[in-house]
């Protein structure tokens, strides 16, 4: 996974919640993402942050969300 790919996997993400979190949220998550220098760290933090997304998407839905962004 590249870095762009990482970027467009959490906006996917983000936009399949049924309570998507506000503007302002999204931009100091994606805000702190930008930050990291190495693209292999990256990744790897954008994969932890699809986790936390996806175990939202379940808390709020109740359904195990089935998406490949992470696995």
Not at 1 to 24: G, H, W
Not at 48 to 71: K, M, S
């Amino acid at each position: 996974m590249t870095r762009d790919e990482a970027r467009a996997a959490i906006l996917r993400q983000v936009n399949s919640l049924p309570a998507p979190p506000s503007a302002k949220t999204l931009d100091v998550a994606m805000t702190a993402l930008d930050e990291v220098e190495s693209d292999e760290e990256y990744v790897r933090s954008a994969k932890t942050f699809l986790a936390a997304l996806q175990f939202v998407e379940y808390v709020q839905t109740g359904i195990r969300p089935n998406t490949d962004t992470v696995q």
